[in-house]
């Protein structure tokens, strides 16, 4: 059993009781007590970059990126603390991207609060690098999503099962949400990513985000999630300086295992309310990503038991105005990952970009990438 398994917010009595996210918080074992009753971990990755745009070189560097540390504590049988702490870019940007504290009042409902990994989508809640099979995690996932999310809030989570095989799980949240800097964050004009990071609410309003995810056998899960709610602040001492203005943000996601194989992808649309008297900001954005993972070669090294191979293929989009022609990002990746062991992977990445301006004039790029991540 994961030592985090109590977090998914369901009695887990037996070996093998499948986390709330397959790679997400509930679902950690590399954290390992050093004294106490506190539990330590995190990971830990390292890229190369040499990208190129239209036969120039723009990119080529040696990268530290995330040094990430996690603790979790089980203060009592019901009550459970759980964080993050990320340092990225060598230190450059150190936030905490998670403080969690649970109390299970029941076996399918338990309280949540602090700074929450947003459930909009599933990536946003299993993106851990070793987990992952790329390098660069997929454009909509970062763009219209954006991971990682993190927002101050709190809400309820759990899971039922209907029937033996099938499984439900659902989250469900009160967060500060986005601010103003979704539309004024950006010279390109409306870019959701550029509005997180409210830990203060700026409109004392809260928004809503939530999660639904279905599983009608352990292989297969489809999820659903949306977050809505104003992102500007149209008051000031009680009086309107402003219209008030939403953003929604819906997500649709899936992934199947079968054998070697997994399908995965994410599917995101945003419909943001810009401000009427401005034709420079984009009122609707979506994007996707899809991808195939096929695992071979278990056993090949004979020192390495546990060690295996995948092949990847992820082809994302993302449109960050969907009533015009232009201003995109088209992504194919092709990869070959080794895992030493589960827990840590080498990665290699081959990319073709092709971005549109507003005006549609096209900018092809390549990138080779290389990099190691690890749990510890």
């Known amino acids: 059993m994961s030592l985090l398994c109590p977090l998914v917010g369901v009695a887990v009595a037996e070996e093998g009781e ?29 890229h190369f970059r040499y990208e190129r745009e239209e036969g120039i070189t723009e990119e080529l560097t040696f990268e530290p990126k995330r040094f990430n540390i ?48 947003s459930p909009l989508g599933r990536f946003n809640l299993s993106h851990d690098s070793p987990t992952n099979d790329f390098t660069d995690r997929p454009l909509v996932s970062t763009q219209i999503i954006p991971t990682a999310l993190s927002e ?25 949400g986005f601010d103003d800097r979704v539309v004024g964050g950006r010279p390109e004009g409306t870019r959701i990513a550029a509005g997180r990071g409210n830990f203060i609410d700026n409109n004392n309003r809260p928004s809503w985000v939530g999660r639904l995810g279905l599983s009608p056998r352990p292989a297969v899960e489809v999820g659903v999630s949306l977050h809505t709610g104003p992102y500007n602040s149209w008051e000031a001492d009680g009086l309107a300086i402003a219209d008030k203005r939403n953003l929604s943000i819906f997500a649709l996601d899936w992934e199947v295992r079968q054998g070697p194989f997994e399908w995965l992808g994410e599917c995101a649309w945003a419909a943001i309310d810009v401000p009427e008297e401005s034709a420079i900001f984009q009122s609707s954005q979506r994007g996707y990503y899809a991808q195939l993972n096929a695992h071979f070669g278990r056993g090949w090294i004979a020192q390495l038991p546990r060690s ?43 990319q073709r970009n092709w971005q549109r301006d507003a005006f549609d004039n096209l900018v092809r790029g390549a990138a080779l990438l290389f990099s190691a991540a690890t749990y510890f």
């Not at 459970?80 to 399918?108: N, Q, W, Y």
């Not at 809400?155 to 033996?164: E, K, M, R």
């Not at 105005?321 to 990002?329: K, L, W």
């Open 70 to 117: 996690f603790t979790y504590t089980p203060v009592s049988d019901r009550l459970r603390v759980a964080s993050e702490l990320e340092f990225e870019e060598g230190g450059e940007e150190i936030k905490i991207e998670l403080a969690l504290i649970d109390f299970e009042i029941h076996p399918f409902l338990t309280f949540r609060g602090g700074i929450i990994l």
């Open 18 to 46: 499948t986390p709330l996210v397959r790679g997400g918080i509930g679902d950690k074992p590399f954290i390992k007590g050093i004294g106490g009753r506190t539990y330590f971990g995190g990971y830990t990755e390292v």
């Open 152 to 176: 101050g809030g709190m809400g309820f989570y759990g899971s039922v099962h209907p029937t033996p095989q099938a499984r439900m799980t659902y989250e469900l949240y009160a967060v500060n």
């Open 308 to 350: 295996h191979f995948t092949g990847i293929v992820r082809y994302g989009l993302v449109d960050f105005d969907a009533d015009i022609d232009g201003d995109s990002h088209r992504r194919l990746s092709l990869g070959l990952n080794f895992r030493p062991e589960e827990e840590a992977v080498f990665k290699v990445d081959y």
